[in-house]
């Protein structure tokens, strides 16, 4: 099974539309809000190599950035291949 974490505030549009384009493809995945926890943030930051902005996501534990990476990885008909674990 994949897991798919995602790092995201209460506020951020970009968290939203991610969140949205997994729902569409009727994947679960975890949602790690850093809004009011400095301590989440900072594991955000470490993992993601220093990124601060949100959302940052990961997929099966590989870092694949933030809400633009995600989308232009969808486009390129790379997304579906991590999802199914086929890449």
Excluded: W
Excluded at 69 to 76: A, N, P, Q
């Amino acid at each position: 099974m994949t897991q798919i974490d995602i790092y995201t505030t209460k506020v951020c549009p970009y968290c939203v539309r991610a969140k949205q384009l997994f729902k569409r493809k009727g994947v679960a995945f975890t949602e790690i809000d850093v809004s009011n926890d400095d301590t989440l943030r900072n594991a955000m930051v470490e993992r993601a190599g220093g990124r601060r902005s949100v959302p940052q996501i990961f997929i099966n534990g590989s870092h694949v950035g933030g809400c633009d990476d995600l989308y232009k990885l969808d486009s390129e008909g790379k997304l579906d291949p991590l999802l199914t674990g086929a890449a």
